[in-house]
């Protein structure tokens, strides 16, 4: 079934420090988007990235996307601490518009 | 900016009892859907609407779920007689578009705890 799977499952840096976050996939996407979720809220939508696009950025965001591996990276730039979070990669295929979400990584940034 | 909500924050009932969990999506938007989060799981997909029906559901969107948008501004998940298992995070979220492409912005949540 199509699937988001992010690696890894946990991430601990020093602020300051960038992060990388993984997610592969199973068959072909239209789009693949992140989300940040602090503990117990809610989505947050950080970037969509479409199929026939390679990267984007937004700000301290950067995605990657590598259809060829169905794999896509998120860097966040420079941290913080306010980005303490779990990031998760949601993705729709084929005529749906439902997203199917990965497990989530949980980057703690440590002052 | 504009955003999607959600009420109540936190919804508390007894096994068998019905709930109804509200959302306001974004005002110009035409797709809506449900998504639902068990402690500690994935992030999961029930059921999308548009044009005042259902265009997709899960499999865990069965009969004991129903969703309506009884006005032009509300959307509504309703649970007929909830099971412990239903606890979880319910979150909505709405797009401007829908097949093959827009970006789904979520609500807050509603955590259902059932007794």
């Known amino acids: 079934s199509q699937q988001g799977e992010e690696d890894p499952q946990a991430l601990s840096i020093q602020e300051g420090e960038n992060a990388t976050m993984n997610c592969s996939y199973k068959t072909s996407i239209n789009n693949l988007q992140w989300y940040r979720q602090n503990s117990g809220r809610g989505l947050v939508h950080l970037i969509l990235i479409r199929s026939n696009e390679r990267e984007k950025h937004s700000g301290r965001l950067r995605v990657t996307l590598d259809t060829s591996k169905k794999s896509s990276s998120l860097l966040i730039t420079a941290s913080r601490a306010a980005d303490t979070a779990s990031y998760f990669c949601a993705t729709d295929y084929g005529a749906n518009s439902k997203l199917t979400f990965g497990k989530g990584i949980t980057l703690s940034v440590r002052p | 900016e504009p955003e999607v909500t959600q009420t109540p924050s936190h919804q508390v009932t007894q096994m068998g009892q019905e709930v109804i969990l509200r959302c306001v999506p974004i005002?110009?938007?035409?797709?809506f859907y449900w998504y639902r989060q068990i402690l500690g799981q994935k992030v999961e997909f029930l059921v999308s609407f548009y044009n005042n029906e259902i265009s997709e559901k899960s499999e865990i969107f069965d009969d004991q779920f129903s969703v309506e948008r009884p006005d032009g501004s509300n959307f509504t998940l309703k649970i007929r007689s909830t099971k412990l298992e239903d606890s979880a995070m319910y979150f909505c979220a709405s797009s401007q578009e829908g097949p093959q492409g827009d970006t789904q912005y979520f609500g807050p949540g509603t955590r259902l705890t059932v007794l």
């Open positions: 005002s110009n938007h035409l797709y």
